[in-house]
């Protein structure tokens, strides 16, 4: 039976991604990306599933980072799926939420909340964890007038309540999770995929004027759409970085070998992360 590691314990988004995704699958569960990701790397497990992204929030850059400087993996294919924040008490919590002292939760969520936490819970203090079943867990093994941050599998999982649902700000609130296999054949997904894409790394040979634009210019006018581009430091000094891009079709063997050796020509270094689906989850 494949197994599957996640960004643990129960109750996380992540593992709400891999059962959705997912079936017939052993699963694990790992208190961090890096634990998660170094699984797959040395064959604990088959396949790994990290968030990168929240349309919220941005990228996830523990995860761009340890795959680019740690842990080299295929990333497979690609689970998209809606994020619906809720927060979370004891069962017998009958109190109103001023008198809320703590709300726990992953960093990224309690921003996707800041509004409504600014509104109604103005005097609490902020506590970030791992994820966000972690947080269920610490206020399910507490007696104080504390609430978490999280999704309704969490609240089943630790037996809480769901004081007031959906409190993210933004209504359109949707997670790009990363699925990672050293065999991509080996992570089979349940669901039809909606579109492909090809993730590249690529490092600029030196800061120089017009080093990006020369970049970019090797995808425009092959007409390939790139859906993003980011950077991101290269740990060797300031002012060095490399570059991900994402360009929405798959990979093939004409336009991408020759952007590879246009912009390798330029001193570039080019390296595909991924070729790979791309799946959008309702829940």
């Known amino acids: 039976m494949v197994k599957i590691g996640y960004l643990g314990p129960r109750g996380t988004f992540t593992k ?12 694990q569960s790992f208190t961090t990306i890096p634990e998660c ?34 842990a ?6 690609e689970i ?12 017998d919590f009958s109190k109103d939420l001023t008198e809320v002292s703590n709300v726990y ?13 600014h509104l109604h819970m103005p005097e609490a203090a902020f506590n970030f964890t791992s994820s966000t079943g972690k947080a269920a867990e610490i206020v399910s093994n507490s007696e104080q007038e504390i609430a978490a941050i999280g999704n309704t599998l969490a609240a089943k999982e630790y037996g809480l309540k769901i004081y007031k649902e959906n409190i993210h700000d933004y209504p359109n609130n949707h997670t790009r999770f990363l699925v990672l296999a050293k065999d991509k054949n080996i992570a089979a997904i ?5 579109t492909e894409k090809t993730s590249m790394l690529i490092t600029l040979p030196s800061d ?37 891009v994402d360009v929405n ?35």
Not at 80 to 91: E, F, G, T
Not at 105 to 114: E, L, R, T, Y
Request: negative net charge; hydrophobic residues 45%; aromatic residues 10%.
């Open 190 to 194: 349940k669901h039809e995929a909606e």
């Open 80 to 91: 998209v799926v809606p994020i619906q924040q809720h927060l979370l008490v004891s069962p």
């Open 105 to 117: 939760s992953h960093s990224h969520a309690i921003a996707q909340c800041h509004q409504f936490l």
């Open 37 to 70: 990701i170094d699984a797959v790397f040395h064959d604990q497990i088959d396949v790994g599933v990290v968030p990168l992204e929240n349309a919220i929030e941005g990228t996830v850059q523990l995860t761009v980072d340890y795959l680019v400087h740690q």
């Open 72 to 77: 080299r993996l295929p990333i497979v294919a």
């Open 16 to 27: 709400l991604a891999v059962d959705t995704a997912f079936n017939g699958v052993d699963t």
């Open 208 to 244: 120089y004027a017009g080093a990006l634009h020369q970049v970019l210019a090797a995808f425009a006018w092959r007409k390939m759409n790139l859906s993003k581009i980011e950077s991101r430091p290269m740990k060797t000094g300031l002012g060095n970085y490399f570059f991900i």
């Open 249 to 283: 079709q798959p990979y093939d063997e004409v336009l991408f070998p020759g952007v590879k050796a246009e912009l390798e020509a330029l001193g570039c270094n080019v390296t595909i992360l991924g070729t790979y689906p791309v799946y959008q989850m309702d829940l």
